[in-house]
């Protein structure tokens, strides 16, 4: 019997998140089995950014999202070609 790929459960806090003229796309999931929550956000390009960290829900997800956007700006998440660590 082969292992069965587990379903990725999608927040409803994912969404098309534009400001200050950029628009990215937020996404917030979790692995049906697992009870923390990752964030992934990508710019209309393509590229994306994902945390390290999980987190123990959704809210505290788009949370860190909101608190990223104030402290560094959505121009964060516009692809330059270099990697932008994120503080922890």
């Known amino acids: 019997m082969e292992d069965r790929i587990p379903n ?15 628009t990215v796309e937020l ?10 929550w990752s964030l992934e956000v990508a710019n209309a390009t ?3 950014i994902v945390w390290e ?3 123990p829900t959704d809210d505290a997800n788009y949370e860190e999202f909101l608190r ?7 121009t964060a998440f516009q692809d330059s070609g ?7």
């Open 8 to 22: 990725l459960v999608t927040s409803g806090l994912s969404r098309p998140a534009p400001r200050d003229g950029v």
């Open 27 to 36: 996404a917030i999931y979790r692995l049906e089995y697992q009870t923390e």
């Open 46 to 48: 393509g590229p994306s």
């Open 53 to 55: 960290d999980v987190f």
């Open 68 to 74: 990223t956007v104030d402290e560094e700006g959505m």
């Open 82 to 88: 270099k990697v932008i660590p994120f503080r922890r």
